[in-house]
């Protein structure tokens, strides 16, 4: 597997809205290494597969924000910390007990 580190975009770098035209004009990576028609389209063909997993069927997982006092915030800290496990994954767990109790009434 290509590691893709190196092909990071850093607050330093200058981009530009047209294409770049490879055989006129040398483009280098952060890394210095000069950019090709190959290393671009491998870059490309990886961003495509960045990101996390859905979590579902559909492709696709909205996300929802919500505030939470600091206690609550430390304490959720601690419990996924303790269990080993994102605090995202505790309160998707919280929300779909909730859901459960509440359309079981």
């Given at each position: 597997?290509?590691?893709?580190?190196?092909?990071?975009?850093?607050?330093?770098?200058?981009?530009?809205?047209?294409?770049?035209?490879?055989?006129?004009?040398?483009?280098?990576?952060?890394?210095?290494?000069?950019?090709?028609?190959?290393?671009?389209?491998?870059?490309s063909?990886?961003?495509?597969?960045?990101?996390r997993?859905?979590?579902?069927?559909?492709?696709?997982?909205?996300?929802?924000?919500?505030?939470?006092?600091?206690?609550?915030?430390?304490?959720?800290?601690?419990?996924?910390?303790e269990?080993?496990?994102?605090?995202?994954?505790?309160?998707?767990?919280?929300?779909?007990?909730?859901?459960?109790?509440?359309?079981?009434?």
């Amino acid at each position: 597997m290509t590691d893709t580190s190196k092909y990071n975009v850093t607050d330093n770098d200058q981009l530009v809205d047209e294409d770049a035209d490879l055989d006129k004009v040398i483009h280098n990576w952060p890394d210095g290494r000069p950019m090709t028609e190959e290393n671009t389209a491998q870059y490309s063909e990886q961003r495509k597969k960045a990101g996390r997993p859905s979590l579902g069927e559909s492709g696709s997982s909205p996300s929802v924000a919500f505030r939470l006092t600091a206690q609550l915030r430390s304490d959720a800290d601690a419990l996924a910390a303790e269990e080993g496990r994102p605090v995202s994954a505790i309160a998707r767990e919280a929300l779909e007990e909730y859901i459960r109790r509440h359309r079981a009434s």
